[in-house]
């Protein structure tokens, strides 16, 4: 079972943690690194932290930065409202979608609170990999523009564009020029589009190149940092939040920006100064309401106690993590232990019949986290554990040794369902248990209108509001769905698609994830450059209809772009979907199978009769001819 991991804090230099992957999906990048053995009952590897360092003539004092926002209220700044996409245990990673240019261009992007650098592929790239949306074409938008190399970046051969590059521990990395342009945050957001320079990606390596998502957002501190950004235009206040989605639900919410805190959020202190990652103050950890016996100094080891949104689970100290699990063991002694997904790790798992999700609190104990100022985060079971991918109503502990490195690394598990608010200007990080997919309504936070264009500066042109985002289409229960039509776009000629069509017809059957012979072209034609194609989903042949399930998710694959088609077809775009009812049925339709059934047997009898029939009349006797003098028996007449 594979293991996945997300790119957490980029840089030029790396130092080790280890990684522990998902259990869910293949490796994403960065992946896992190899510090550890991986043979059966093998320690798994923790997160690979990659240490990012500014170069000292570029980098700005974290004092300065504070000075520069107490300068303003965060009550004056609007904020970016932006959706997140796929999940952290099930996908590897979170997204949210960012536009960029003008027009904009689309893109799915990780966010990692360890990645100070935002970037995407660039249509030069020749070394990048197929991912979820196309490359970026500078060459299409108007406010494109290339950073000129100065002194306070690296720069290319020739000393004409200045260029980043990120390299992480497994060896996956990412290079690329670096260029400016108008960034759109999208129509939830009350922030205007701003321009901000980013990665223009010429090389992927490793899972970079692998992976679905079309690059990294980068949210640590930094100068390329997109926070650090928009917080130097003074458009933003210092703070950002994440809303991670809680177990079997994806999804979740991002804020740019300052928002109100909850009156009872927790908080933690953050020292800028104490590393470069976004720490808390741990002391304590406290299972079933009882402390274990450490010492409060066990979490300020090395980089202390990190927070990061780019790690899938979490890693403690040796010691701790060994207390951790006996104080488990301890409150759930009854339940049966059982074998880890992946008799590659030793995983403590265990079988219960645990299906609903809720119940989990009857069984497995409270655990808290217990700050310097007294403030305590209570975390519930999905807070801590995985479910077993093997074994139903099994889960297992999302809680692991980091090795022999002394840091403490708290991933995305710790945060589910919890609003986890980054106030850099306050130097604390704030944790309010809610449900994220209702957010806003338990914020009561009311709907913000899309940004209005507004005019770059410079030569540049004016901008476009990007596009709206693909709506929750979440279809009645009642509603039977008999066909599902859509018109896609390709950006191929219709003479080099039509010899491909059939291939075509078969790659949409398998990304949609339905039989081929649901699939019916119903319309092909050429506009311009581009080819125009109609399709029908059908139901299968044992359905007399289409589930929502089925036909929510095939909406979603479309409109977000999460169907790879080959390059042979170009790229494509959703033009319009529908869905219709099941056909109203004649008597022959609801009854052909009968009447087939009936026409079958009928004919089969015949036949069976038939060669009876003259089986029969072959076996009778034939008089044989006799001569005239031979003797034979007499035969007696019969009565008429």
């Not at 804090?9 to 869910?24: R, T």
């Not at 488990?328 to 079988?351: A, T, V, W």
């Not at 100022?373 to 093997?390: A, I």
Request: net charge negative.
């Amino acid at each position: 079972m594979a293991r996945a991991s997300i790119p957490l804090l980029a840089a030029l230099f790396v130092f080790s943690y280890h990684i522990h992957l998902s259990p869910a999906i293949s490796l994403t990048p960065p992946s896992s690194s190899s510090a550890f053995l991986h043979g059966a009952g093998a320690i798994r590897p923790a997160m690979v932290l990659p240490l990012y360092l500014s170069p000292p003539n570029i980098s700005r004092s974290v004092a300065n930065s504070r000075r520069h926002l107490q300068r303003s209220g965060p009550n004056s700044h609007p904020n970016a409202r932006m959706r997140l996409y796929d999940d952290l245990l099930l996908n590897g990673y979170y997204t949210t979608r960012l536009w960029i240019g003008t027009p904009p261009q689309r893109f799915a992007l990780i966010v990692d609170t360890g990645s100070t650098v935002t970037y995407v592929p660039c249509s030069t790239c020749e070394q990048c990999g197929r991912h979820q949306d196309p490359k970026f074409q500078p060459e299409l938008s108007s406010t494109y523009q290339p950073v000129k190399c100065n002194i306070d970046c690296s720069c290319d051969q020739d000393r004409v564009q200045c260029v980043y590059e990120r390299q992480y521990a497994e060896m996956s990395s990412s290079s690329g020029v670096l260029g400016e342009d108008i960034l759109s945050f999208g129509n939830e957001s009350e922030l205007a589009p701003q321009r901000a320079v980013f990665g223009c990606e010429n090389v992927e390596t490793g899972d970079l190149y692998s992976q679905h998502a079309d690059g990294i957002m980068g949210l640590g501190r930094g100068d390329l940092s997109v926070v650090d950004q928009l917080v130097e235009k003074g458009v933003i206040s210092d703070s950002f939040s994440l809303c991670y989605g809680g177990m079997d639900i994806g999804g979740g919410t991002m804020v740019l920006g300052g928002i109100s805190p909850p009156a009872d959020m927790t908080f933690a202190h953050s020292d800028p100064l104490r590393s470069p990652y976004y720490n808390i103050d741990l002391k304590k950890i406290l299972v079933a309401g009882k402390p274990l016996p450490l010492n409060p100094r066990i979490f300020d080891g090395k980089h202390g106690t990190v927070l990061d949104s780019g790690t899938t689970y979490a890693y403690l100290p040796e010691a701790a993590f060994v207390a951790f699990k006996e104080a488990i063991m301890k409150e759930i002694h009854p339940l049966q232990l059982i074998r880890g997904p992946d008799p590659n790790y030793n995983d403590i798992c265990f079988s219960g019949g645990f299906s609903d999700v809720s119940k989990l609190s009857d069984t497995f104990p409270a655990v808290e986290m217990a700050f310097g100022n007294g403030q305590k985060l209570l975390l519930s079971p999905e807070n801590y554990l995985f479910r077993h991918s093997k074994v139903r109503g099994a889960y297992c502990l999302g809680i692991f040794q980091n090795g022999k490195d002394p840091t403490t690394l708290l991933g995305g598990i710790i945060v589910r369902n919890t609003l986890v608010m980054y106030d850099r200007e306050h130097s604390k990080i704030g944790f309010w248990k809610t449900n994220c997919s209702e957010l806003w309504e338990r914020l009561h936070v009311t709907g913000a209108s899309p940004p209005v264009p507004s005019s770059s500066n410079g030569n540049n042109s004016t901008i476009e509001s990007p596009p709206s985002e693909p709506p929750n289409h979440v279809l009645p229960g009642g509603v039977q769905i008999g066909q599902i039509s859509f018109q896609m776009s390709l950006s191929i000629n219709f003479s080099d698609l039509k010899p491909h069509i059939p291939e075509l017809s078969e790659f949409i059957a398998q990304e949609l994830d339905v039989n081929t012979s649901q699939v019916h072209l119903l319309n092909v034609m050429s506009k311009g450059n581009n080819s125009i194609v109609s399709w029908a989903i059908l139901p299968s042949d044992s359905a007399s209809y289409i589930s929502n399930a089925t036909a929510t998710s095939i909406y979603s694959q479309l409109s977000e772009h999460r169907v790879q088609l080959p390059d042979t077809y170009g790229n494509y775009q959703l033009l319009q979907w529908k869905i219709e009812p099941p056909a109203d049925r004649t008597w022959w339709r609801q009854h052909y199978v009968v009447v087939l059934a009936v026409t079958i047997t009928v004919i089969v009898a015949l036949l069976v009769s038939g060669t009876w029939f003259i089986w029969r009349k072959r076996q009778q006797p034939v008089n044989s001819y006799k001569p005239v003098n031979v003797a034979v028996p007499e035969q007696e007449l019969q009565p008429l």
